[in-house]
């Protein structure tokens, strides 16, 4: 069986301060893959990245990075001087073969709150 | 171009009636999903299509019945409907069933039972 979990419910932070949202995996797969989505106050769920469990590379677009350690099972997400656009609730979900089938497992989301 | 759209975005509808929601996808994908998210924003998926073959299907009421005349087509169906079922339910789409390529979902349909 799969899980995520998402340990923090809400953050808040400052303007321009850095933030990080953890994200905790659980999977018996060698192969999997891990994503991060953002849902914006408007609803809809908004791609930000996928990895691959055989590629522990960390990666930055712009103000967001993401840090993947099999090691710990986490695949962390850093938001660098943090924007009022940021605010959003954030999924960390893992997709493994499983019973046979692809499907996404999601956490129950963080909500970062970014005050002007 | 929309990707994966759903149809309606916004759904109400009192206890007992019967609705559809639509989704479609424009990207030659294989593989359909419907999600819903809960008032406490879970997201769990329901249903999974393959070339318009069911290959996951959660634990849900069999009130809800997702029907697939082709691969670029997923709809979701709901007999009975009650106040339990409000929520939002998101379509997506992936290239075959392995998520190598991503999914992309549909902006939603905020369903509401009165």
């Known amino acids: 069986a799969q899980k995520v979990t998402q340990a923090q419910t809400e953050i808040s932070v400052v303007e321009k301060e850095d933030v990080t949202l953890d994200c905790v995996y659980e999977t018996r797969d060698t192969t999997y893959y891990l994503f991060w989505y953002k849902q914006p106050p408007s609803g809809e769920l908004v791609f930000l990245i996928r990895?691959?469990?055989?590629?522990?590379q960390n990666e930055i677009s712009g103000r967001y990075s993401w840090n993947f350690q099999k090691s710990t099972s986490s695949f962390n997400f850093t938001i660098t001087a943090s924007q009022v656009v940021d605010s959003a609730v954030y999924f960390c979900?893992?997709?493994?073969?499983?019973?046979?089938?692809?499907?996404?497992?999601f956490g129950k989301g963080t909500k970062l709150s970014v005050i002007p | 171009d929309t990707a994966v759209s759903q149809t309606p975005k916004y759904l109400v509808t009192q206890m007992g009636n019967d609705k559809s929601i639509k989704c479609e996808q424009n990207l030659g994908h294989d593989t359909m999903y419907w999600y819903k998210q809960d008032s406490k924003k879970f997201l769990k998926i329901m249903f999974s299509y393959n070339n318009k073959e069911l290959i996951i299907n959660e634990t849900v009421p069999n009130r809800f019945s997702p029907k697939s005349p082709d691969k670029a087509h997923l709809n979701l169906h709901i007999n009975s409907l009650e106040l339990g079922d409000s929520a939002v339910y998101f379509c997506?789409?992936?290239?075959?069933?392995?998520?190598?390529?991503?999914?992309?979902f549909g902006s939603g349909t905020r369903l509401t039972v009165v």
């Open positions: 979900a893992l997709s493994a073969s499983g019973a046979g089938s692809y499907q996404l497992t």
């Open positions: 990895r691959n469990s055989f590629d522990e």
């Open positions: 997506a789409s992936s290239q075959d069933s392995d998520s190598y390529y991503g999914y992309t």
